[in-house]
């Protein structure tokens, strides 16, 4: 039911992607093993929301065509307990940053991955400064051969909360990729963490004007969780932070897809850790009632995506 209602107000991925494939698509999560170009001795230390492991899958050991055997044979048993067909299959470089390697590594792991049967496209999941001319080339050869997407972390708007959180870049270094995906044809979608340290209603709402105004494909909204070993964890223990109340996230988020255009995507609308890792806030263990709280909150105040933008006025 919350589903329904989100759907009839937000852009969901979902009804996208089947549009756009004729039918239902399932992404399947790969870890190349390829690291993070800001963590470890070579790098800045990481993002403070990041805990050791990162966004690791845990599979990197692998190869890529093992994982998407694996997840595919858990896609058709979900499909055939449900009765259902087996969705389209793409791709998705998630874990860690998936450019981070030379470009001929990279171009045999996603060779590797465009060979696999019945694949219909990819996802890379990258930072913004781990992209440099050879690496754009790649992609955009890639993006000529079958559907793909480019995912690009932003996190806030705000350059003192990028400093703050250990980012490791800029907003002009994102804007720049956006600029370069867009001038070669290729569809960004752009990771925000909605109640980072420091920010409230209205940086949530100016990071949404500026991804309306560069004009991105897609959007993943996380929310801001404190997760077992990761910087911030010290802070949240020592009283320094405290994260946002499930009332007071609704609000945000809310607020953040009404300043949205229509037409962008929501890829993701609440993140949902292992309940192992996560610290704070409990509310964030439970998904079902962070959609239903949405849900509410923008039936109650009658928005919808886009509501709040210059151009739907």
Same mark, same amino acid.
């Given at each position: ?195 980072? +340290?420091?920010?409230?209603? !209205?940086?949530?709402? /100016?990071? =949404?004007?500026? *991804? &309306?105004? %560069?004009?991105?494909?897609? #959007? ?22 405290? +994260?946002?109340?499930?009332? !007071?996230?609704?609000? /945000?988020? =809310?607020?953040? *897809? &009404?300043? %949205?255009?229509?037409?962008? #995507? ?36 009658? *928005? ?10």
């Amino acid at each position: 039911m919350d589903a329904a209602r989100l759907a009839a107000r937000i852009n969901l991925l979902g009804p996208v992607l089947k549009a756009r494939f004729g039918g239902p698509v399932a992404k399947i999560g790969l870890d190349a093993g390829l690291g993070c170009p800001h963590r470890g001795p070579q790098g800045r230390g990481g993002c403070t929301f990041c805990p050791p492991g990162g966004a690791g899958r845990g599979l990197g050991h692998l190869s890529i065509t093992r994982q998407l055997e694996l997840g595919y044979q858990r896609l058709a048993g979900r499909a055939a307990r449900a009765g259902r067909p087996l969705p389209r299959l793409l791709a998705y470089f998630q874990a860690h940053t998936s450019t981070h390697a030379p470009p001929g590594v990279l171009a045999a792991l996603f060779q590797e991955a465009i060979a696999f049967p019945g694949l219909a496209g990819l996802v890379v999941s990258t930072r913004p400064d781990c992209l440099d001319p050879p690496r754009w080339e790649l992609i955009s050869r890639l993006a000529g051969r079958l559907p793909l997407w480019l995912e690009l972390g932003l996190q806030s708007a705000h350059e003192p909360t990028l400093a703050a959180i250990n980012r490791g870049h800029g907003l002009a270094c994102f804007d720049a990729a956006v600029a370069q995906a867009k001038d070669r044809g290729i569809e960004v979608v752009a990771h925000v963490i909605l109640g980072l +340290p420091g920010e409230g209603l !209205e940086h949530t709402r /100016a990071t =949404a004007r500026h *991804l &309306a105004g %560069l004009g991105v494909w897609g #959007v993943k909204m996380h929310n801001l969780m404190v997760l077992q070993g990761a910087p911030l964890a010290d802070d949240y223990q020592a009283g320094r932070l405290t +994260p946002w109340s499930l009332d !007071e996230w609704s609000a /945000a988020a =809310a607020g953040f *897809l &009404a300043r %949205l255009p229509r037409q962008v #995507v929501i890829h993701r609308l609440v993140a949902d850790p292992g309940p192992e890792r996560l610290l704070a806030p409990a509310w964030a263990a439970r998904k079902d009632l962070a959609l239903q709280a949405l849900a509410r909150y923008m039936q109650e105040h009658n *928005l919808s995506q886009g509501d709040a933008c210059p151009s739907a006025k």
